[in-house]
């Protein structure tokens, strides 16, 4: 059962646009979302979160956005540079009092690749 | 450096082996979360522990077990090793609740022949 999906394994962006990354999750009990950035023969490394009472959080070139009615989050870099080229892995947490661990359940990731 | 350290980074064993892997969480972090990742799949939770004690278990094979010791350095041991076990496995660390998200280390590359 997967919980945290990507459907994009890949996407391909010119240098300067924008980058939109995707990620639907189906359990409702999700309140913390996050991203996490991975280079090749590196462990992954956290970008950015959102708490699900809001909807959109900025930092600098990152933006992500989360729309509840539809369990959809998603990650803009604007403007891509050829250094974001890498894996992005959407992530979610179970809210606090239901079992709550801390745990994180991943998405399959999707690869960006940013072209010069 | 991200503080997590994971040894050994590569690893080529036989199936029916046993091997142990080892991870140092960043200082001060008290919960260490083991994950598995095959080709092409994403991150698998295995298992997590707190201040030395299991707290959660997500799909982890009855030929894995792990333990966090008093130093929080944790194990995570792979028995009966088969074909199908070769992926990289994770370690990462946290102080608490991971809302902000946690460490990772660089992972240790396990390759059974």
């Known amino acids: 059962d997967q919980q945290v999906k990507q459907n994009s394994p890949s996407l391909s962006v010119q240098e300067g646009r924008i980058s939109i990354l995707n990620c639907d999750y189906t359990?409702?009990?999700?309140?913390?979302f996050l991203w996490y950035k991975k280079y090749p023969a590196e462990g992954p490394t956290f970008l950015i979160s959102?708490?699900?009472?809001?909807d959109k959080n900025e930092d600098g070139r990152f933006t992500v956005f989360l729309n509840k009615s539809a369990k959809h989050l998603s990650l803009h870099i604007v403007p891509s540079q050829p250094g974001d080229s890498a894996v992005y892995f959407c992530?979610?947490?179970?809210?606090?009092?239901?079992?709550?661990?801390?745990?994180?359940?991943f998405g399959q990731g999707t690869t960006l690749q940013v072209k010069p | 450096d991200s503080g997590v350290t994971q040894t050994p980074k590569h690893l080529i064993t036989a199936t029916g082996q046993r091997v142990t892997l080892r991870c140092s969480p960043r200082s001060g972090d008290l919960s260490v979360y083991w994950y598995q990742q095959s080709l092409d799949q994403g991150l698998q939770f295995l298992i997590q522990y707190y201040n030395g004690e299991e707290r959660a278990k997500g799909n982890i094979l009855e030929r894995f077990s792990a333990q966090q010791f008093p130093d929080l350095h944790s194990e995570l041991n792979l028995s009966s090793l088969e074909l199908g076990d070769s992926a990289l496995y994770f370690c990462?660390?946290?102080?608490?609740?991971?809302?902000?998200?946690?460490?990772f280390g660089s992972g240790t590359r396990l390759t059974v022949v």
């Open positions: 359990n409702s009990m999700f309140d913390y």
């Open positions: 990462a660390s946290s102080v608490a609740r991971a809302n902000y998200g946690y460490t």
């Open positions: 959102i708490s699900s009472i809001k």
């Open positions: 992530a979610a947490s179970v809210r606090r009092g239901s079992g709550n661990t801390g745990k994180l359940i």
